[in-house]
């Protein structure tokens, strides 16, 4: 049986799942900032149809294809990135198995590399937050992982508007659906109802 480490830097949890595929399931918890987290793949199987009378086939795959598959499909699943100019998540396999201090010692230029390219892709994904900001100025248009670019980044960028912390008192529940929004929202845009009576939408909406 082979295995391979995976190299995970984003400070979030690594939780992917691939149906079909045994095991199915590949968790890496979240590393501190400027830290990194691994996590052992061993060899997987998963089915190869082969015709109707046949079905199909469970077959074996090896660690290396495993990692290979979790680190591309990740990836690409982000948006922002760009291989050109590598600028993607830090997340990267190496064959064999391995500690933290190992990976340090023995793959110190591929670590410094990815935490390179995760930097260019939190810059990338700064720079996105900043074009909706620029246009609508709602905090419901920033994704969790811009705030996380945003605060990784602060120091070279500096405080961003758009990741200021929001107090509870600028919001209020939907009468009807609960879910939070804007204190002066008349309609809530979870549900689509209106918040105050129909003459007062009607005034508002008239300006």
């Known amino acids: 049986m ?15 799942t691939k149906p079909g595929i045994y095991p199915g399931t590949y968790f890496v918890a ?11 793949i061993t060899d997987g199987s998963c089915p190869v149809y082969l015709d109707e009378s046949r079905g199909s086939l469970m077959t074996l795959q090896s ?14 699943a982000c948006i922002g990135i760009n291989k050109m100019t590598e600028t993607y998540p830090g997340l990267f396999w190496v064959a064999g198995e391995f500690t933290k201090e190992e990976i340090k010692k023995n793959y110190k230029d591929r670590l410094d590399q ?21 246009i609508n100025r709602s905090h419901r248009a920033i994704t969790p992982l811009q705030r996380i670019a945003a605060t990784q980044m602060e ?22 659906c609960t879910s939070k929004i804007p204190i002066a929202a008349l309609v809530c845009p979870t549900c689509s109802r209106a918040q105050v009576t129909e003459d007062e939408l009607k005034k508002a909406m008239a300006g």
């Open 63 to 76: 660690s290396e294809t495993m990692a290979q598959a979790l680190v591309e499909d990740y990836i690409n």
């Open 30 to 40: 979240a590393p501190k900032p400027d830290d990194f987290s691994v996590c052992t």
């Open 2 to 16: 082979s295995k391979s480490t995976l190299v995970w830097t984003l400070p979030v949890d690594f939780n992917e």
């Open 155 to 176: 120091n070279i960028i500096g405080k961003k508007e758009w990741n200021t912390a929001l107090t509870t008192d600028a919001f209020k529940n939907c009468k009807f």
């Open 114 to 134: 990815s935490k390179a390219c995760q930097n260019r892709w939190f810059l990338a994904l700064i720079r996105m937050a900043d074009d909706d900001w620029a």
